[in-house]
């Protein structure tokens, strides 16, 4: 079956403009994570999704945001972006909610450089 | 924040060699994960061990964990090329819809 699919895998952005990455998870799982990679924090927790609803958010200011839809699939999206939210995001997917408990199976991730 | 602290930060070893990574971490977990990423692509989930378990197996992958010690050890045995990545360990609570929390992970370099 599908894995989880990231577009675009790629992004280059200006500071100030505003971003939507998109995520699609393997079909039949219902929970969608979203996780930021810099060199220098490391992997940190964006938000969980499940059925539609936000089930848990990473201390990440209000300029992230998330949505999922009624298919599963999910996007986030940044306004206003800085220079430090250049980073790899990751989407992960689960079969149920809390994929804490269950393990997680992450995209490609999206390359997203802001100068 | 990070859960995990994975030792070494990076290790370099020959093929054939074992290789063996530790972690810890500071709360109580419901389970461990380790998982691998190779040259800043996705992770790949490699094992998963729950908090009542202390040894588990797949293939070349052994995975102790020690709960008494907040520690966790991946041994690679016979290792590849292709084991060549970041591994991080990855720590759960008991709540459902709580993050996994990683740790900032052992780059590990396997030569031929």
């Known amino acids: 079956k599908a894995g989880v699919t990231q577009t675009p895998r790629y992004l280059i952005k200006t500071r100030g403009q505003q971003v939507t990455l998109s995520c699609s998870p393997i079909s039949g799982h219902r929970s969608v994570s979203w996780y930021q990679q810099t060199p220098g924090q490391g992997l940190q927790f964006l938000f969980e999704y499940f059925s539609e609803t936000q089930r848990n958010k990473g201390n990440f200011p209000g300029r992230f945001s998330g949505r999922q839809f009624s298919n599963s699939r999910s996007e986030m999206n940044v306004s206003t972006l800085e220079l430090g939210d250049s980073a790899l995001y990751l989407c992960a997917s689960s079969p149920g909610q809390g994929g804490s408990l269950l393990g997680y199976t992450f995209g490609s991730g999206t390359r997203l450089t802001v100068v | 924040s990070q859960q995990g602290e994975e030792d070494p930060q990076a290790l370099s070893i020959q093929e054939g060699e074992n290789a063996t990574m530790n972690c810890s971490y500071k709360t109580s977990i419901n389970n461990l994960q380790w998982y691998r990423q190779n040259s800043g692509r996705g992770l790949v989930h490699l094992i998963l061990?729950?908090?009542?378990?202390r040894e588990k197996h797949s293939g070349r992958l052994r995975v102790t964990l020690d709960t008494s010690k907040k520690s966790s050890s991946l041994l690679i045995t016979a290792s590849r090329a292709a084991d060549t990545a970041s591994y991080f360990c990855?720590?759960?609570?008991?709540?459902?819809?709580?993050?996994?929390?990683f740790g900032k992970g052992t780059t590990l370099s396997v030569s031929s």
């Open positions: 990855a720590t759960a609570d008991n709540q459902a819809g709580t993050a996994l929390i």
């Open positions: 061990i729950r908090s009542n378990e």
